[in-house]
Nanobody, 120 residues
Framework: QVHLVESGGGLVQAGGSLRLSCAAS????????MDWYRQAPGKQRELVAT???????NYVDSVRGRFTISRDNAKNMMYLQMNSLKPEDTAVYSC??????????????WGQGTQVTVSS
């Protein structure tokens, strides 16, 4: 079973915006820290942004001020608002969640990723 599903990726011109969503399964009841990662061809997977259950956020320097991570615990959703996109933001973006309770085992869960392509 897939427990995290990303959506919202696509093709956008430099300077444009995209909003990514990460939906967690309804059988996941409690989620701790959630993260957005990205991986471009030939590069290591990079942690882009993280958000704790209480809303504390952190960002990699390259996206700080341009990206905003948020979550809605009641809806089991996480978002990444990406503004002022640059070609170097092109990557597969994946969400990850620290599952603390539900009808699944505790642990770290990953989505399958959504492609973001920034052209210019």
């Amino acid at each position: 079973q897939v427990h995290l599903v990303e959506s919202g990726g696509g093709l956008v011109q430099a300077g444009g915006s995209l909003r990514l969503s990460c939906a967690a399964s309804r059988i996941i009841f409690v989620i701790g820290t959630m993260d957005w990662y990205r991986q471009a061809p030939g590069k290591q997977r990079e942690l882009v942004a993280t958000i704790t259950r209480d809303g504390s956020t952190n960002y990699v320097d390259s996206v700080r001020g341009r990206f905003t991570i948020s979550r809605d615990n009641a809806k089991n959703m996480m978002y990444l608002q990406m503004n002022s996109l640059k070609p170097e933001d092109t990557a597969v973006y994946s969400c990850a969640a620290e599952v603390l309770g539900g009808l699944v085992n505790k642990g770290r869960y990953w989505g399958q990723g959504t492609q973001v392509t920034v052209s210019s």
